[in-house]
């Protein structure tokens, strides 16, 4: 079964610093991967995903992901963070198209 | 463009009642799936409708159930409610045709806040 493990629940970063959120995936064949973010009391804003093209991803706000299928990582990244990417991310794998199957999340804190 | 949008946005009801909760597809989307947020974690698979018709369901009971209709917005049920069914119920669409994904990103609504008291 595909699944993906999102290595820390928490990040905490200053803003104008990078930001790296974790994401390992298992899967039996090359996945559709995706990252999603939550803001508080609202739904789910899709970031970025992975169909197998290009292995660096590029996504809204600045961010962007790599797949790297000899560590089967998906890492998420965004050079300089801002206030407003205080959130919850999400590390996503479709198995089928039939559904989604969602990380734990990671809560992203930003401090001025 | 018109996203997916989703009423009520919340809803508190008592053990044991039934609920609805509804979902109006982005437009040009023809497939609609559901998924349970419970508090501090991430969306669980509950179903998707296709055609009017489920196509595929997680490890829900049949407590669960759903509808799709012909303007492919749906409906999803949920009987005997439960102390744990509290949680974010979310809608997501996407687009089918002939068994394959035309698109295999979801786009989601705003979702629907269920407390159980």
């Known amino acids: 079964a595909q699944s993906v493990t999102q290595l820390d629940s928490h990040v905490s970063v200053s803003e104008g610093t990078p930001v790296l959120l974790r994401c390992n995936y298992s899967?039996?064949?090359?996945?559709?991967l995706f990252w999603y973010v939550q803001h508080p009391n609202k739904g789910l804003q899709l970031l970025l995903k992975?169909?197998?093209?290009?292995?660096l991803v590029k996504g809204i706000n600045g961010f962007e992901a790599e797949f790297k299928k000899s560590e089967t990582s998906f890492h998420l990244t965004k050079p300089s963070a801002h206030m407003s990417d205080a959130a919850e991310y999400f590390c996503?794998?479709?198995?089928?198209?039939?559904?989604?199957?969602f990380g734990t999340g990671t809560r992203l804190l930003v401090s001025p | 463009e018109t996203g997916v949008t989703q009423s009520p946005t919340h809803l508190i009801k008592t053990r044991g009642q039934q609920v609805t909760l509804r979902c109006s597809s982005q437009?040009?989307?023809?497939?609609v799936s559901w998924y349970q947020q419970a508090l501090g974690q991430g969306p669980q698979f509950i179903f998707q409708?296709?055609?009017?018709?489920?196509?595929g369901r997680g490890n829900f009971p049949p407590r669960f159930s759903g509808l799709q209709f012909p303007n492919y917005s749906s409906e999803l049920n949920v009987n005997a409610l439960e102390l744990d069914d509290s949680a974010l119920y979310l809608c997501?669409?996407?687009?089918?045709?002939?068994?394959?994904?035309?698109?295999?990103?979801?786009?989601f609504g705003p979702g629907t806040r269920l407390t159980v008291l």
């Open positions: 996503v794998v479709s198995p089928g198209f039939q559904k989604l199957v």
């Open positions: 437009s040009g989307h023809n497939t």
């Open positions: 899967s039996s064949y090359s996945p559709s």
């Open positions: 992975y169909t197998s093209a290009a292995t």
């Open positions: 997501a669409s996407s687009s089918w045709t002939s068994g394959r994904a035309i698109t295999d990103t979801q786009y």
């Open positions: 409708y296709y055609r009017e018709e489920e196509n």
